[in-house]
């Protein structure tokens, strides 16, 4: 069994593709009292399509929520294409602070405005990952897996992924995430 985190299709495309390396995360619903956290170091991506929008999204990556729509994965399914591994992660609490990590995600200046004005008292948890490939997984979508909540558990195996970003490109994008949050 693996930890496995819910999170939006259109991010899943970015953090494949090395658009994205840093999630900013509060929490689910389900989790205002403790907000975010990180429960394992390596985990699954389990791609979700409800609550994304354009408004949401920098225009450049508009075509992520496009190709997610087309390939969504057929009712009573989804599809597990990646894993992740916790390389950093830090709470952040400044909108200056947020806006200077921009280039590390696709979520539009305004969604971010909106998390952040959102129980405003917690910080955001600003998680930056080394993000691998795998060959697909089809999984029947359980009861257990619906809600408003980050983690679930699935029977997937991480042995044999690829690495989305060289090494070397991902340490200087670390180094300089690391410059901004501490």
């Known amino acids: 069994m693996m930890k496995t985190l819910k999170e939006w299709a259109t991010v899943v ?14 929490g689910g619903i389900l989790e205002t009292a403790s907000g975010f956290k990180v429960e394992s ?21 508009y075509h992520y929520l496009a190709d997610a729509r087309e390939q969504k994965p057929k009712e009573g399914t989804n599809r597990i294409t990646s894993f992740a591994d916790v390389l950093e992660e830090q709470d952040v609490s400044s909108m ?16 971010m405005t909106e998390r952040m004005n959102w129980m405003p008292e917690k910080p ?7 993000v691998y490939k795998i060959d697909p997984i ?8 619906h809600g408003c909540k980050s983690w679930i558990e699935l029977n997937v195996n991480s042995e044999n992924g690829n690495a989305v970003l060289s090494e070397a490109i ?4 670390l180094q300089e995430f690391r410059s ?3």
């Open 13 to 26: 495309k970015a953090l494949e593709t090395g658009n994205q390396t840093v999630l900013l995360r509060k």
């Open 124 to 130: 955001m948890k600003a998680i930056f990952l080394k």
């Open 41 to 61: 170091k390596r985990f699954a991506l389990f791609p979700t399509y409800e609550h994304q929008d354009k408004s949401s999204l920098k225009s450049q990556f």
């Open 170 to 173: 991902l340490q200087n994008k």
């Open 96 to 111: 200056e602070k947020i806006e200077m990590l921009s280039s590390f995600h696709i979520w539009s200046d305004s969604y």
């Open 138 to 145: 089809e999984i029947p979508i359980l009861p257990e897996y």
């Open 180 to 182: 901004i949050v501490n």
